[in-house]
């Protein structure tokens, strides 16, 4: 049995079944989901700020969580393992909970700017007292504190539709974007000032003779 299982639990066949969208699985399921990290992948990872965990108590009870930072926080370990550093936050510890019971996660990561999404299933683990580790995970220039580690074992992913993803810009892909822009605007205005200095320097034509009545 492959990992499709994971994705498409025996109560989703059975809906899709009864929905008539059980033949459009059949080949992905017959063949699995990937589960390790392909190099397109690692190109998507590298480029969020931002992400989305889901873990669950020991009796089922779901938790989202956001988790953010510099470009890239969330990094690829190796090639079924991703890290990110553990910042001191509002100290509910509902992940560090449900995971000490439930190592059952997921994530979620979404690309408003590219209209990009994609889920992973796993097991996450919270890693205490491990300096090495969160130096490697910690993002230098970052003002936060990290107390630990959480590390993602992929299970499986998948890559979601770009359906009804509204598309949006940070603040510093914005700032990017207008840079350029400027740039554009310096350049057309410096060549401007340069020929209507050339025009300038031209002598002044003599008016045409009158045509004789």
């Excluded at 017959?30 to 990872?45: C, K, N, R, S």
């Excluded at 889901?54 to 393992?81: C, M, N, W």
């Amino acid at each position: 049995m492959n990992n499709s299982t994971l994705v498409f639990t025996p109560a989703a066949r059975k809906a899709q079944g009864q929905r008539g969208s059980a033949k459009a699985y059949e080949q992905r399921i017959a063949e699995g989901f990937p589960d390790t990290v392909t190099a397109e992948l690692a190109a998507f990872i590298a480029e969020q700020d931002t992400v989305y965990l889901a873990t669950a108590s020991a009796e089922g009870a779901p938790y989202i969580q956001h988790r953010g930072g510099p470009k890239g926080f969330l990094k690829v370990l190796d090639e079924r393992t991703l890290g990110f550093a553990d910042y001191r936050g509002n100290r509910q510890y509902i992940t560090l909970a449900n995971l000490s019971e439930n190592d059952r996660a997921f994530l979620f990561l979404l690309d408003p700017a590219r209209k990009q999404r994609i889920k992973l299933w796993g097991r996450a683990r919270v890693v205490e007292n491990d300096p090495a580790l969160v130096e490697r995970l910690f993002d230098k220039d970052y003002k936060a504190r990290p107390e630990r580690a959480i590390l993602f074992t992929i299970e499986a992913w998948d890559v979601n539709c770009s359906s009804h993803i509204v598309t949006r810009f940070t603040e510093a892909e914005i700032e990017q974007a207008l840079a350029k822009v400027q740039a554009k605007i310096a350049e057309l205005e410096a060549e401007n000032a340069r020929l209507r200095a050339a025009l300038a320097q031209q002598p002044a034509s003599e008016p045409a003779p009158k045509k004789s009545q």
